[in-house]
């Protein structure tokens, strides 16, 4: 397993076959869910079965991450939802399988990253704006 900085785990990896797991930098993963790491079927099929997130994602409470997906950078997934193909970057995405709902703004991306960075996704206090990097 590759965890990178602030990583914020509210949920469980499965142990059976962390060595599939790549986790971004500034990565929340919501309490309740679980990255899942055993799926007989997908062992079997010949495809990927590498779990990836990119830098800047939360995934909410209760999600499940399956074996084969890739997420992309600045993503938020939707509570509940069942990650079972991937993800482009710049997006927000829900339900069950996940689908794309819509595109993340440009001030949406660096405000996910600043709660990420700063630990204050789930406290409902605004980020520092002045270690904003990204600035217009």
């Not at 997420?71 to 997006?91: F, K, L, T």
Request: with cysteine; proline share 5%.
């Amino acid at each position: 397993m590759k965890i990178g900085k602030n990583f914020g785990n509210w949920g469980a990896i499965e142990h059976y076959r962390d060595d599939i797991v790549t986790i971004g930098d500034n990565v929340v993963l919501g309490e309740g869910s679980v990255i899942v790491t055993h799926c007989p079927i997908s062992f079997y099929t010949g495809n990927p079965i590498d779990i990836k997130t990119g830098n800047n994602v939360y995934i909410g409470k209760r999600c499940l991450i399956l074996p084969g997906t890739i997420i992309g950078d600045n993503v938020v997934i939707g509570a509940g939802s069942v990650v079972a193909s991937d993800i482009p970057p710049d997006v927000i995405a829900a339900g069950n399988p996940c689908r794309v709902i819509r595109g993340i703004t440009k001030k949406e991306a660096q405000r996910l990253k600043l709660l990420s960075e700063q630990g204050l996704v789930a406290d409902g206090k605004e980020p520092d704006w002045s270690k904003n990097e990204d600035r217009e």
